[in-house]
């Protein structure tokens, strides 16, 4: 999350890797849409047809008239002439009659918008094309008006004759789509890449846990000590020798863990052997076992069997049951314990100071918050932060991540 109102480009550059499954899947969804909505905005051809149905006309001349026509006009101008009349009522109005009587009822104008006449330079053939929604109609309206137009060739030009070559042809109409504007896509595009690193940004805004150390530095102000999963010594050995610095002589520390998770309670364990290595007798409390035990010591001299080991601990109880010490329960403890033990190290798992923590934090020389990445959330984090600092000499933030 950039909790800080400075832009950090390198955080931002993090985020972006962090969440680039979330960003692409964003951009292709955009992109898929965007160009869904743009095929479904483009406009189809004018005409409506899906089939087309092509017929052909052969133009003959009497063969008394025919050098007559050749040395008057050429024969491809004759050829035009008679297709652009075919175009006309001359040719549709009984093209129309005689639909009418096999039971095709059409309009004329409607007809005339059907029907295409073409022809091929230096070529007596006319090409009637009939474009229709139904096959079946679209080659009847083809052979009629092939047969009528071939019959009406003289009484239109005044000489000559006309033959249908062949039956109707038909074929499927493709309708062309009109090609997608360059200048849409190119902003489809810029929009699905903003709004994909966008949502990863969103994602990281609405995301609780705290996702990197810059959330330590900005929002906590303080200095992570960066602690692998598994802390080496060298990480431990920073953390104790910065200790040791700030509070010398430190006995009490308070390990506090928001959300408790293996990989710190593993570290908290690591650090107590780490101290118990160099000689120093260790003792490691958890508030959230331990307590019942601990309100037992203080109110009676009993004598205690510790569990031995690199780390001595407590015994367990059959039954762990929450204990709320007071003030003087807890002094009274751990001064029983200063008298045995170099260290003690108590382990606080809960993201609200507390009851018990709170007693802790009251008798500790410093304490250590243990926050991790993908797990800790940022709002407990921030809390125990803020209300930690006025209570212990020393503060340190160990952070498990990068």
Not at 195 to 219: K, Q
Request: some cysteine.
């Amino acid at each position: 999350m950039l909790e800080n109102k400075k832009i950090n480009w390198r955080e931002i550059s993090d985020v972006l890797k962090r969440r680039l499954l979330i960003e692409i899947l964003v951009a292709v969804i955009i992109l898929v849409g965007g160009f869904f909505a743009l095929h479904l905005g483009r406009k189809a051809p004018n005409t409506p047809a899906k089939y087309n149905a092509t017929s052909q006309v052969l133009l003959t001349l009497p063969e008394n008239k025919q050098q007559v026509v050749l040395d008057q006009t050429v024969n491809f101008q004759y050829v035009n002439t008679f297709a652009d009349a075919i175009g006309t009522d001359l040719v549709a109005r009984p093209v129309q009659k005689k639909l009418a009587t096999q039971g095709v009822k059409i309009s004329l104008r409607k007809l005339e918008r059907q029907v295409n006449a073409h022809t091929n330079n230096n070529s007596s053939l006319v090409e009637i094309n009939v474009t229709d929604a139904k096959k079946k109609r679209a080659k009847q309206i083809a052979t009629v008006y092939a047969n009528i137009a071939s019959k009406q060739v003289k009484s239109i030009m005044g000489l000559g004759a006309g033959k249908v070559t062949a039956k109707p042809r038909v074929a499927q109409e493709t309708m062309a789509l009109q090609r997608l504007p360059v200048k849409r896509i190119v902003v489809l595009i810029a929009a699905a890449v903003v709004l994909g690193l966008a949502s990863g940004c969103g994602v990281e805004i609405f995301d609780r846990r705290i996702r990197s150390r810059y959330f330590v530095e900005s929002t906590l102000a303080a200095t992570p000590f960066i602690l692998s999963q598994q802390p080496s010594a060298v990480q431990l050995a920073a953390v104790r020798n910065a200790v040791d610095i700030a509070v010398p002589n430190a006995q009490i520390l308070v390990a506090q863990l928001p959300v408790s998770s293996p990989e710190m309670q593993t570290a908290v364990q690591a650090l107590a052997a780490h101290y118990a290595a160099d000689g120093e007798r260790v003792l490691l409390l958890d508030l959230a076992t331990d307590a019942a035990l601990l309100k037992q010591l203080a109110v009676a001299d009993l004598p205690l069997d510790y569990q031995q080991g690199a780390v001595t601990t407590l015994p367990k109880a059959a039954q762990n049951t929450a204990a709320l010490l007071t003030l003087a329960e807890f002094e009274q403890c751990m001064a029983r314990f200063k008298t045995d033990f170099q260290r003690i190290i108590i382990l606080a798992n809960s993201a609200q100071i507390a009851g018990n923590q709170q007693l802790a934090l009251h008798v500790a020389d410093a304490r250590l918050l243990f926050l991790q990445q993908g797990v800790t959330t940022k709002k407990a984090a921030f809390a125990l932060q803020q209300e930690s600092q006025a209570l212990v000499p020393f503060n340190a933030v160990l952070y498990f991540g990068n």
